[in-house]
């Protein structure tokens, strides 16, 4: 594959005293940076290969599966995907921006839970959303936001200095700060904070929640109010950007979901966060960080999922934990909650860690978990992705994921879709035999996974066809 193949060299991210070298022959693959934290691979990008941003994650899948996530650093400025940017809002309008707390309260994770007794029977619970930290919006005019970043960032600096990793690993929950919850003397319900006193400063996230349909990213092609073109492909001069990505995958060819198959831009700002979470569908997320300060970024790996698992299920609030039915992953899929990714470590969790600057793609893995904070403002466009390998996800987990994940995608619609694509010699988004000759075994393993669920839906309704009826 050209300008990728024989230009990838892996890094341990810059963390203040200077870089680490790691030789992908030779050096041990889960060697660790100073934090503790595992190095997640990087590959610097120098020219656009034949299948584009396609071709350069499907060339590092294998990669993808072992860490969880895989960095691409793109060398020449040139290549780079052309600049997303935010809806035009008319002057006097107010822009819905979601509010944080750092630190965030109340914590839900944490060793103060450890073999804690069940929750109190006799005391409601509630349901699980009113147990997570709250979450607020406001509506604000451009020059109110710019203030209010001002000095949420100027808070956030006078209270922890030079903040980065090791403030944000420390600062991000309280322990003391947790609920309480029981009955007064008159039998009255009470939920209040324990005795630590949280003294959280404000942060603003602003992320753009409707895409303008104008630049062809607002609506999937798939879409009957889609009135963009199919970008073109493949691509020649510039690596796609995730507003278009999907033009020329799987999911495009779907109904719209907004923030999966379409993409959204994300604009940090100091102390801003992403809550840990599995992307919608188990899906891949890519993420170009387009300008601005860096972003930090934790990963955990599919084998030590099992582990993390276990980890919370001893170490989270019970009353959290039995109003999601004993399943953290109800509480992952709702993205309110977040801890030190350093407490997964401290417990024999394996975490990916990397130092995300401007000019750089972060790919994470099919149903990997991850978050991650903000050093300043910035902004990066982020889109899901279907890829090789992605159908045995939602055709296994369908059952046990429904309900938990933000949204499912209706699975049958894109299985006949692609079966139909097949049928004309297409996969996803090139030639089958060029698409198989990438990754043969995942492309078998998926055409499998495709006959067998079609198969046995076709049976099924076959049985039904040729079933005498009976009178009731």
């Known amino acids: 594959m050209r300008g990728v193949r024989a230009s990838i060299s892996w890094t341990i991210p810059d963390i203040r005293q200077g870089r680490d070298m790691i ?12 934090f503790g934290f595992s190095p997640i691979p990087v590959s610097c990008v120098s020219s656009v290969p034949e299948m584009g941003l396609f ?16 960095v691409f650093r793109i060398k020449d400025p040139k290549i780079q995907p052309a600049s997303c940017v935010a809806p035009k809002r008319k002057v006097g309008m107010p822009v819905r921006v979601p509010v944080q707390t750092f630190p965030q309260y109340p914590t839900i994770v944490s060793d103060v839970f450890y073999r804690s007794p069940d929750p109190d029977p006799t005391v409601k619970q509630g349901e699980l959303r009113a147990q997570l930290p709250p979450e607020r919006e406001k509506w604000l005019l ?23 990793v090791s403030q944000f690993l420390a600062c991000v929950n309280d322990p003391t700060v947790t609920r309480v919850r029981g009955r007064t003397s008159g039998g009255h319900e009470t939920k209040v904070m324990s005795s630590g006193k949280p003294e959280p400063v404000d942060v603003y996230h602003v992320s753009d929640r409707t895409p303008s349909n104008e630049y062809g990213c607002g609506r999937s092609l798939g879409d009957p109010a889609c009135t963009s073109k199919a970008a073109p492909f493949p691509p020649s001069e510039r690596l796609e950007s ?11 060819d779907a109904a719209t979901y907004e923030g999966i198959n379409t993409y959204f831009l994300y604009m940090g700002t100091t102390g801003s966060h992403f809550s840990w979470h599995v992307e919608d569908h188990l899906l891949q997320s890519i993420s170009f960080l387009q300008s601005g300060a860096c972003t930090m970024w934790f ?19 019970p009353v959290v934990l039995a109003a999601a039915g004993g399943d953290v992953w109800q509480v ?18 394996r975490v990916g860690f990397h130092e995300v600057v401007p000019g750089v793609f972060v790919v994470t893995g099919y149903g990997v978990p991850h978050s991650g904070f903000n050093a300043g403002v910035n902004v990066a466009p982020a ?27 209706p699975v049958e619609k894109l299985l006949v879709l692609s079966a139909l694509k ?41 049985s039904y066809m040729n079933t005498e009826a009976k009178p009731a």
């Open 23 to 34: 030789h992908p022959k030779r050096g041990h693959p889960f060697t660790t940076t100073k």
């Open 55 to 70: 071709g350069v994650i499907r060339w590092h899948a294998a990669s993808i599966r072992t860490y969880g996530a895989q």
């Open 142 to 164: 451009a020059d109110d936001l710019k203030r209010k970043i001002r000095d949420s960032k100027a808070a956030v600096l006078e209270q922890y200095h030079e903040f980065g």
């Open 242 to 252: 995730p507003q278009t990505l999907n033009h020329h995958s799987m999911l495009g």
């Open 299 to 317: 990963f955990i790996a599919k084998s030590e999922v099992p582990r993390m698992v276990r980890v919370l299920v001893q170490h989270m609030d």
């Open 332 to 349: 992952l899929g709702l993205k309110a909650s977040l801890w030190p990714a350093s407490f997964f470590l401290a417990l024999g969790v």
């Open 383 to 409: 889109v899901n992705l279907a890829c090789t390998g992605w159908l045995v996800h939602p055709i296994e987990h369908a059952m046990h994921w429904r309900g938990k994940l933000g949204r499912l995608i």
């Open 422 to 462: 097949l049928a004309d010699g297409k996969w996803l988004f090139v030639d089958a035999i060029a698409y198989e000759a990438l990754e043969p075994t995942e492309f078998q393993r998926d055409l499998g996974d495709m006959v067998t669920y079609l198969s046995q839906n076709i049976d099924s309704v076959l």
